[in-house]
């Protein structure tokens, strides 16, 4: 009989309670996020660009 990934990665602890074997945290319900970095980099470098040229303007018009 073959082991399920769950009978694999747990094992009988203390009180019959489930313990991992590995610390590896595995929760396959979790959200991926890449999308959400990857807007989050995309809206800081617009404000980036944003400052420098109002700062560049800012500059180049003089007191």
């Known amino acids: 009989m073959m082991k ?4 694999i ?4 602890g203390v009180n019959g309670m489930s313990v ?4 590896k945290h595995i929760n396959e319900n979790e959200p991926k996020l890449k999308g959400t ?3 989050v980099m995309l809206l800081g ?3 980036v660009v944003s ?3 109002a ?9």
């Open 51 to 53: 400052w420098i040229g």
């Open 20 to 23: 991992p074997k590995n610390k």
């Open 9 to 12: 990665l747990f094992s009988e």
């Open 37 to 39: 970095f990857i807007s």
């Open 55 to 63: 700062f560049l303007l800012f500059i180049s018009r003089g007191i």
């Open 4 to 7: 399920t990934r769950k009978e």
């Open 45 to 47: 470098g617009f404000l």
